[in-house]
């Protein structure tokens, strides 16, 4: 499970621009994955994505919401 978190926990949110001629465009970043960035205070997208994969890796599934300006986990067995 660990080496699991620490290589899913590298992860970055980036958009990619349209294809043109069958080639990926850029990646880029704007203010709509602020949320994903800092899910809670002081909270990183590293913070969000390991207690992801602990979720997964011991209840099946993970639950994100939109709560109080940021994101929180949901507990996969109350869902």
Not at 10 to 35: H, I, M
Not at 48 to 75: C, E, S, Y
Request: net charge positive.
């Amino acid at each position: 499970m660990q080496t699991r978190a620490q290589h899913f926990a590298q992860v970055r949110f980036q958009w990619r621009r349209t294809a043109t001629n069958g080639r990926p465009g850029e990646l880029f970043g704007n203010t709509d994955l602020q949320p994903l960035e800092q899910p809670w205070p002081g909270g990183t997208t590293q913070d969000l994505l390991t207690k992801m994969i602990q979720h997964v890796d011991l209840g099946g599934n993970a639950f994100v919401v939109r709560r109080n300006g940021g994101l929180a986990l949901l507990r996969p067995d109350w869902v």
